[in-house]
């Protein structure tokens, strides 16, 4: 068989087995009119829009049906691909990855439906894969004294590591943090304007953070115009600019190889502060609510990780 015969099946699904990249729709694709008109009708945020538009790509790539004739058995059959599909690293792909995709293309013909561009949604009665049970991951007193202890050993971005990891252990999402401009810190507390799931609010500082970050920008020497990002990159390629969610993933991940902490990422931090205010005895909501979990069901792991702590 030759590659050109592994494109689609016969109703125009690519196979199960079938793991190579997915290539983009072309700009031709008729279809792909109707999803530009989605996006011009919603108003989502950039990184909802861009994880949108990789979904439909996806799914576009898979399929060449147009929307009106796809069927509730075609979309079961997208989602048990999507479920063999490999992650990045060539494991098993999450339920919650599977879940994002599925639920971009459900906001996508819920929409389709409303505007008579189909005749009936072929998502009505597809079941979505259960999450997969989701621990805490902090991390223990000794392994956050040993990344502070790691930024003393980083030259010139010293005063910009330390200031970030108090702000992650404030429970700042990376998102968050890469969209904080100076004007957001006003020398008390964060004001996080842009959220996952608008969970947008005000977060108060403790000294040592809000000394961290007054020392960070004391050190950066420059014009303080609110616009500024609060975090700025230090590298040769993007010195000045906005240090970006993989830039804050990057400087996580050097920092846990000098301090030895293995599998760390800056949501470890947000982990590690909603553990320790349910291990101190605060009551669950108010936690809840300091670190703008809008789901009391995804803040169920923190009590748990906590008991376990105690036990």
Not at 26 to 33: C, G, I, M, V, Y
Not at 153 to 165: M, T, W
Request: net charge positive.
């Amino acid at each position: 068989m030759s590659p050109c015969d592994l494109t689609t099946t016969s109703d125009g699904r690519r196979p199960i087995g079938d793991h190579r990249p997915l290539s983009p729709s072309p700009p031709a694709d008729l279809r792909w009119s109707r999803v530009e008109e989605f996006f011009r009708s919603r108003e989502l945020r950039p990184n909802t829009r861009k994880s949108y538009e990789r979904a439909f790509k996806a799914f576009l790539g898979w399929t060449d049906k147009g929307w009106q004739d796809l069927t509730a058995r075609d979309i079961d059959r997208y989602k048990e691909y999507l479920k063999a599909l490999p992650s990045a690293r060539g494991g098993k792909r999450s339920t919650a990855t599977i879940n994002l995709s599925l639920s971009a293309i459900q906001s996508l013909f819920k929409w389709l439906c409303a505007r008579d561009y189909i005749g009936k949604d072929p998502m009505g009665l597809i079941e979505k894969p259960k999450p997969d049970p989701v621990e805490a991951q902090d991390w223990s007193p000794q392994e956050v004294n040993a990344l502070f202890a790691a930024t003393r050993q980083r030259g010139e971005s010293e005063p910009r590591d330390r200031a970030l990891l108090w702000v992650l252990l404030h429970g700042l999402r990376a998102r968050e943090v890469e969209a904080l401009n100076l004007a957001d810190f006003d020398g008390k507390r964060l004001h996080v304007r842009e959220a996952k799931d608008d969970s947008v609010g005000q977060v108060p500082l403790l000294p040592e953070a809000i000394e961290a970050l007054q020392g960070y920008l004391r050190a950066r020497d420059e014009g303080m115009d609110s616009e500024l990002p609060l975090f700025v990159s230090e590298s040769n390629n993007s010195k000045g600019q906005r240090l970006s969610y993989w830039g804050i993933y990057k400087v996580v991940k050097e920092l846990a190889a000098i301090a030895g902490v293995k599998d760390s990422h800056p949501h470890r931090g947000r982990h590690t502060v909603a553990t320790e205010m349910v291990s101190r005895g605060m009551d669950p909501l108010l936690a809840r609510q300091i670190t703008r979990h809008k789901s009391e069901k995804s803040f169920e792991r923190y009590s748990k990780r906590a008991l376990q702590k105690q036990a």
